[in-house]
């Protein structure tokens, strides 16, 4: 069986990634001592800097193997795009008071929905769209080898809804299949999530290289 090595100290990412693992006979692990490994500045521009640093930085640590990091967000068409690349750190303001990029820790995902719901407040639902992104970097001994896209386009609602996933799940529906990510079982996160979906071109690239 394939073992892939990701590089987050997200659990919630590690759940979707062995949720969308587990149909194509692939496992998922992290990376060995990852707690105790120095944390990489996540200071890019856009999400596909972030994820080329994490895997970067993270596959020198386990020489000659592919290691995948994710950096990934929520992007609301009424706030401009924003939480986007803050979206771990979206509520520092309201918590350290300081910018998200001045942030030195993620804030907890209620302080983050709270501020998101907050921006919101009065803007009618035809205005709440957004999609959440997440960009894929592949490294091997400190090179990014390739980069990978998912989207999934969805409506911001103005109450949370749900209990499973994490992050902004609760708030974000998903008319589709009319359920927020957080009413989702991990095989439907899998097939409809942004994360599922550059999760799959990873393994089809793999596939093409013989990984
Ligand atoms: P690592 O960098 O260690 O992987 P992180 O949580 O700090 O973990 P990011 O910097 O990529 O990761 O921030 C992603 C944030 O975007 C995450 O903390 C959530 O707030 C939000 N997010 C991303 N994907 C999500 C998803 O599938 N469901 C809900 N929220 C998500």
């Known amino acids: 069986m394939r073992r892939i090595l990701i590089a987050t100290s997200n659990p919630g990412k590690l759940r979707d990634f062995a949720g ?3 149909a194509h006979g692939t496992e998922i692990a992290g990376i060995p001592g990852f707690a105790s490994l120095p944390p990489v500045a996540e200071d890019g521009l856009t999400f596909e800097e972030n994820a080329r640093k994490k895997a970067e930085a993270y596959s020198r640590y386990v020489a000659g193997e592919i290691v995948v990091a994710d950096d990934s967000g929520l992007e609301v068409d009424a706030l401009k795009g924003a939480p986007g690349v803050h979206s771990a750190r979206y509520a520092a303001p309201d918590l350290h008071d300081k910018e998200p990029h001045e942030a ?9 929905n709270a501020r998101v719901l907050r921006e919101l407040t009065d803007v009618p639902v035809e205005k709440r769209t957004g999609r959440f992104v997440c960009v894929l970097a592949a490294a091997r001994d400190g090179k990014t080898l390739a980069t990978f896209r998912g989207v999934a386009e969805g409506i911001i609602l ?16 998903f008319p589709l ?3 927020t990510f957080a009413e989702l ?3 439907e996160k899998a097939r409809y999530s942004h994360r599922g979906a550059a999760f799959r071109q990873f393994l089809e690239w793999c596939d093409r290289r013989g990984h």
């Open 158 to 173: 103005d109450a949370p809804r749900g209990a499973n996933g994490f992050g902004y799940d609760p708030l974000f529906y």
């Open 20 to 22: 969308a693992a587990a």
């Open 104 to 112: 030195d820790q993620n804030t907890a995902d209620e302080a983050n």
């Open 177 to 179: 299949i009319d359920k």
């Open 185 to 187: 079982t991990a095989e």
